[in-house]
């Protein structure tokens, strides 16, 4: 898809023009990254269009500063920009401050490896260049439909370093476990991810469809293609007994609970 160029003022100016009916219901706020002139204006400006508030940065730096001026309900992120790539920028916002925004990852490769890599570094979609506006905006409204998709009082948790459960912790930083002992055991990133969802969201009764989306999004073919599958691996890493487990039950007709208790530690330990 080719998009019409405008000047940078009309970038930002038109984000102020849109963002004036602060007393209004919320719209959501979209932060768009690339260093591509052309796209970047033109998927400003057909958001703007279709009802959404829209924000453009041109590279990394662009969109940390944009980030802590504004409230964004999701950014679409370019990986092919020069600096720090989109794939950097993406795992650098999961384990951060900001690691709960949703991230649409745009790339010009038609490259299962590229789209892999971005979702395990905690992109929720993406979307191949040459693509169509309309396909874009679906995808936007999708992934923030998925985040919002569990009641309020799911909490999530903050960016830490530590997550106590059980015998267990999970090092989010270096992304493994590490049982009583402190020896290492290590997640593959679909098993880090599905982890790190129950441990979100301990006592919940979570489905299966919400496993899969939040852990996911559409590509779960691209890793287990059954959630269930991806529950037994997990329930191996914690040597939970698969016909009495104590950390990951399973119910009836409704999906899976992380039963144990959980603790938020800001440093390691």
Known sequence: ?????????????????????????????????????GIRTGVVDYLRKNGLRATAAVDGRDMLAQLDASAFDLVVLD????????LALCRNLRSGK????????????????????????????????????????ARIKAVIRRTRMLPPNLRITEASDTISFGQWKLDTTARHLLDAEGTVVALSGAEFRLLRVFLDHPQRVLSRDQLLNLTQGRDAELFDRSIDLMVSRLRQRLRDDAKEPAYIKTVRSEGYVFAMSVTVHGDVS
């Open 79 to 86: 990986i092919m920009m020069p600096g720090e790539d989109g």
């Open 98 to 137: 900001h690691r709960a925004l949703p991230v649409l990852l745009l790339t010009a490769r038609d490259d299962e490896t590229d789209r892999i890599v971005g979702l395990e570094m905690g992109a929720d979609d993406y979307v191949t260049k040459p693509f169509s506006p309309r396909e874009l905006l």
């Open 1 to 37: 898809m080719m998009w019409a160029g405008s000047d940078n003022q009309s970038e930002r100016a038109g984000d102020a023009a849109s963002g004036e009916a602060t007393h209004m219901d919320h719209i959501d706020h979209i932060l768009v990254v690339d260093d591509d002139h």
